[in-house]
């Protein structure tokens, strides 16, 4: 059976459209990766920015009650000196029961007097 020059024009066609749809899912492809990679590192540099941000506003909250602990605010010892252990007492007593009462006693130990046995 031999082949027409059709059917190689055909076959020649066929193929150059398998090799245009191969290079341009190829390069489809490598820009998925890139813009993929892309994504990760800007998604990484968000992250640590905002771990930046808060330890730094957590440092600067940190600053701002030294600093007014240590210029002899009268109002805010007070405040730490009474105010936190109630607020922390109360927030124990919200877990821990009232009062704990015990309703049985332990038995007396036993009275034994050791005894040497000489015979």
Not at 46 to 57: K, T, V
Not at 60 to 72: F, G, H, K, M
Request: proline share 4%; glycine share 2%.
């Amino acid at each position: 059976m031999a082949i027409s020059p059709a059917s190689n024009v055909v076959w020649g066609w066929l193929f150059a459209a398998c090799m245009f749809v191969l290079v341009g899912c190829s390069i489809l492809t490598v820009n998925a990766h890139i813009t993929l990679n892309d994504y990760q590192a800007t998604r990484a540099a968000d992250i640590s920015m905002l771990r930046r941000e808060i330890a730094s506003a957590s440092l600067s909250q940190s600053e701002t009650l030294r600093t007014l602990i240590l210029n002899s605010n009268d109002q805010t010892k007070q405040y730490i000196d009474v105010q936190i252990p109630v607020k922390v007492k109360d927030a124990v007593s919200s877990i821990v029961p009232q009062s704990i009462t015990l309703t049985q006693t332990a038995n007396p130990a036993i009275q034994a007097s050791p005894t040497l046995n000489n015979k």
